[in-house]
């Protein structure tokens, strides 16, 4: 029997389940704000969602058209300029979770969002570019990155380092002087990997239900890490499927 | 004092060829209507200067204006990428444009740097990304007081900054609220600014903190309701999110947005 719910359901519910309540998460627009949104009304009602157009605290009661929709302005906290969210909120560390996507994503966790093949002045496909993500990857406690998971996205060298996640290895953030955490954990439509605290690679750690360790392998680029002992995550509840629905049909909605 | 100006007016005096010009707006109070006239007084061989490039720009470089994009993100907000942005790069579509690219955090404290009347302003950002290999105006810095290893950013002056506000008087004050981006920054980093306004009225209503800029840091204040439609204007209009989405199919091909360039901007009428 088929699941009765979506891939991206499943990845979606899975990456608001990494949030814990009571923590400050930088959102980006897409999927990380569909699963910080989730978590906030699900599971972690005191969730502080930090959006780069400067709204910080932002309670949108349907999903933001983009980072800087009015609703996110109106159901704020406070609302502040661009300079002070990155300056005073972002950069000193106040933030614990940063939550980004990926066009490209190597073993490490580094991110590209800016050209894909050919070289920088002439590349095969010219991507939206950096935005906030440099800084929210070099300055949250943690990041949660999620993404499809593809042998184009999932590659053994991303084309363009946007967004630095372990570097090269072991040790390479604290040398490149980046005070966060780093990439721990990325959430795909197949499962959860996690970086190894030794080898900072990322590790395949949990499954989705009905997935198996060689279809991961098989959308990966790279000789995939895979943990000893692998894992099968919950399928999504029935409370979190109507929440997510009710909010995906907020974006269709006449507002 | 601020002048009072039409649209057509104050672009005529205020923006030449060959201008570094800012068009600013953090997906809030974006000035369509003042890049549409930029469309129409052809002008060209800007260079563009702004965070979040998204329709406005996709259409004054599928116009020809730009031959020359400094940004941090080039994208249709929630709808996907920006094809004109996207032809340019990639096929020198109508003109090369030249590209110089930061980040956000990059781009903010660049104008923080130019309304401060600094040479540069010090962020912790970039190290390890490969965006530094290819701006000059990104470099690393050593801190005097502690020895490590910051990064400098060029302050950014242009020529001019165009936003649109909530309201002014006549003496050219601005009220802005809700999500106002580096709006303030980008004017107050200009040599010239002009700002669009939903209303002149000629008493403001007093409320502490909504004048963003006062009327003697601004060169010209127009009148344009709507004018940033699209976008939104917190308080007076929402987002036109369907414009948004039909973008994406009216830019996609050269002829189907040079048509409804010509039809929608060229050839539009205008309101005096």
């Given at each position: 029997m088929s699941p009765d719910y979506t891939a991206d359901e499943m990845m979606t519910v899975a990456a608001a389940r990494q949030l814990r309540d009571g923590t400050a998460c930088f959102v980006g627009i897409g999927l990380p704000s569909t699963a910080a949104n989730l978590a906030r009304v699900t599971h972690a009602p005191n969730l502080v969602l930090i959006y780069e157009s400067g709204c910080l605290g932002a309670k949108p009661d349907r999903l933001p058209l983009s980072i800087g929709d009015g609703v996110l302005a109106d159901t704020a906290d406070a609302v502040v300029s661009v300079p002070e969210v990155f300056n005073y909120w972002l950069q000193p560390g106040r933030i614990d979770v940063g939550f980004l996507g990926a066009a490209q994503l190597d073993r490490y966790?580094?991110?590209?969002?800016?050209?894909?093949?050919?070289?920088?002045?002439?590349?095969?496909?010219?991507?939206?570019?950096?935005g906030g993500a440099p800084e929210i990857a070099a300055s949250c406690g943690e990041v949660v990155v999620i993404v499809r998971q593809s042998l184009r996205t999932f590659i053994d060298r991303v084309d363009f380092v946007t967004s630095v996640g372990y570097g090269t290895g072991p040790s390479d953030r604290e040398r490149l002087g980046l005070r966060g955490g780093g990439p721990k954990t990325v959430i795909t439509d197949l499962g959860v990997l996690t970086a190894d605290p030794v080898t900072c690679e990322l590790t395949l750690t949990r499954l989705h239900p009905g997935v198996t360790v060689d279809q991961v392998r098989a959308a990966t680029g790279w000789p995939l890490a895979v943990a000893e002992e692998v894992t099968v995550g919950e399928p999504p509840t029935a409370a979190e499927l109507t929440v997510l629905r009710a909010l995906e049909a907020t974006k269709k909605a006449p507002h | 004092m601020a002048k009072l100006v039409s649209l057509a007016e104050g672009v005529a005096d205020l923006i030449r060829d060959g201008d570094m010009v800012a068009l600013e707006g953090f997906t809030h109070l974006i000035p369509f209507a003042a890049g549409h006239e930029i469309i129409r007084q052809r002008r060209r061989d800007l260079t563009l200067v702004r965070m979040t490039p998204d329709v406005i720009y996709d259409k004054l470089i599928g116009a020809g204006c730009a031959r020359r994009l400094v940004f941090s993100w080039g994208g249709n907000p929630g709808v996907g990428s920006l094809h004109r942005f996207r032809d340019a790069v990639q096929n020198s579509w109508p003109v090369p444009l030249e590209l110089e690219e930061h980040s956000h955090a990059g781009m903010a404290n660049r104008y923080v740097a130019g309304a401060s009347g600094l040479p540069f302003a010090v962020l912790r950002g970039y190290t390890g990304t490969d965006l530094p290999r290819h701006t000059a105006n990104i470099r690393p810095i050593e801190c005097p007081f502690t020895g490590e290893t910051l990064t400098a950013v060029a302050a950014l002056r242009p020529d001019v900054t165009v936003v649109h506000a909530q309201r002014a008087d006549r003496a050219g004050n601005v009220q802005m609220w809700g999500i106002t981006g580096v709006q303030k920054e980008a004017v107050l980093a200009a040599r010239r600014s002009l700002v669009t306004v939903e209303e002149i009225v000629d008493d403001l209503e007093p409320v502490p903190g909504q004048?963003?800029?006062?009327?003697?840091?601004?060169?010209?204040?127009?009148?344009?309701?709507?004018?940033?439609?699209?976008?939104?204007?917190?308080?007076?209009?929402?987002?036109?999110?369907?414009?948004?989405?039909?973008?994406?199919?009216?830019?996609?091909?050269?002829?189907?947005?040079?048509?409804?360039?010509?039809?929608?901007?060229?050839?539009?009428?205008?309101?005096?």
């Open positions: 966790g580094n991110i590209n969002t800016t050209v894909i093949g050919g070289d920088y002045t002439d590349p095969k496909v010219r991507l939206p570019g950096a | 004048v963003i800029l006062p009327g003697w840091a601004v060169t010209a204040v127009a009148h344009v309701p709507g004018g940033a439609h699209p976008s939104y204007t917190q308080g007076y209009s929402v987002r036109d999110n369907d414009f948004y989405l039909a973008w994406d199919a009216i830019s996609r091909e050269r002829a189907g947005f040079q048509e409804w360039i010509a039809r929608h901007v060229l050839d539009a009428e205008v309101p005096a």
